[in-house]
C-alpha cells in the first residue's frame, strides 16, 4: 500500500461523485493500458474475458492467482486509477469474497467488481440473500482497508438466462443496501430499462458497452442516468477482429493490405516507455 495508491483511490473515488459521466476503458495487458492512457482516459478496468483471452482461455478459466497477477501487469503499467473485474470473487463463500478483495487491494487495485453469476449451469445465479452476503463481505472488507477501494455490485441476469428486470433491480438494491458504492447489470436490452433501473437506485450506475445492439452512444446513456461507462472485451475483440482479417487476407489473398491502415511504428511506440 502506497501514497500513490491512495491518491488513485481518491481520485477514482472523486470520479464517481464528479458532475457528468466518465468512460471507464478496459485494457487486457500493459501496452493496451499505456495506449488507453495515452489517450486520455481517467480510469481503466480489467477484462475477465480479455485477461482469459491473453492467456488463451474462454472468460472464467482463470485463477485467482492469474486474474490478480493481469491486474497488477495493468496497475503497474500507467498512473491511472484501475479497478478489476473479479468475476464472483473467485470463491461461493463470503469468506473467499472477503480474502480476494484483500489481494486485489495488494495487487496496486483502487476498485473490483463481485457479481451474482455462481458458475453452476444448474445454478447460473446465487440466491438472492448469498449473493447479498457476499457482497456485504465485499464490503466490509473493503472498508478495512487503508484506502477508499470501490466496490462495484453486478447483476447478471440479462446475461444468464434470467431477462428479469424486477429482479435485476431487486438485486441491485439488495447490493446497494449491502454497501456497494456502484451497480452494474450488463446486457440491459434497451434505453428505458436503463433508465428505469438508474432511477431505481441512489447510488452511481455502471452501464457495460460492447454487445450488438445493445451498446448506445455516450449522450444517451449520460442521459438516461448513467455515471459509468465501461467497455468490457469489446476493445480486445476489435483488436483481435483486426488480427483475424489481417491473417486471413495474408493466408487466403496472399495481400498485404491490412498494412495500409495500421498505425506507424514511430507512432506505437509513442505510447510505450524507453
Known sequence: MTSSQIEKADRFHALHEDHGFFVIANAWDAGSARILAGLGFAALATSSGASAGV?????????????LAHARAVVEATDLPVSA?????????????????????????????????????????????????RVTAAVE????????FTLTGRAENFLRGNPDLDDTIKRLQAFEAAGADVLMAPGLPDLAAVQTVCAALSRPFNFMAGIRGRSFTVAELAQAGVKRISLA?????????????????????????YVETTMPTPELNSFMRS
Open 141 to 148: 472488507a473493503a472498508r478495512r482497508l487503508p484506502f477508499r
Open 55 to 67: 492467456l488463451g482461455r474462454r472468460d472464467g478459466m482463470v485463477t485467482r492467482e492469474e486474474a
Open 233 to 257: 472485451t469489446s476493445l480486445y475483440r476489435a483488436a483481435m477482429s483486426g488480427l483475424v482479417n489481417a491473417a486471413r487476407e495474408v493466408k487466403e489473398r496472399g495481400t498485404f493490405g
Open 85 to 133: 473485474d473479479l468475476e464472483k470473487g473467485f470463491d461461493d463463500a463470503p469468506e473467499g469474497v472477503a480474502e480476494t478483495i484483500r489481494l486485489a487491494a495488494a495487487a496496486g487495485l483502487v476498485g473490483g467488481s463481485i457479481e451474482d453469476f455462481s458458475g453452476n449451469p444448474q445454478r447460473p445465479l446465487y440466491d438472492l440473500a448469498h449473493a447479498q452476503e
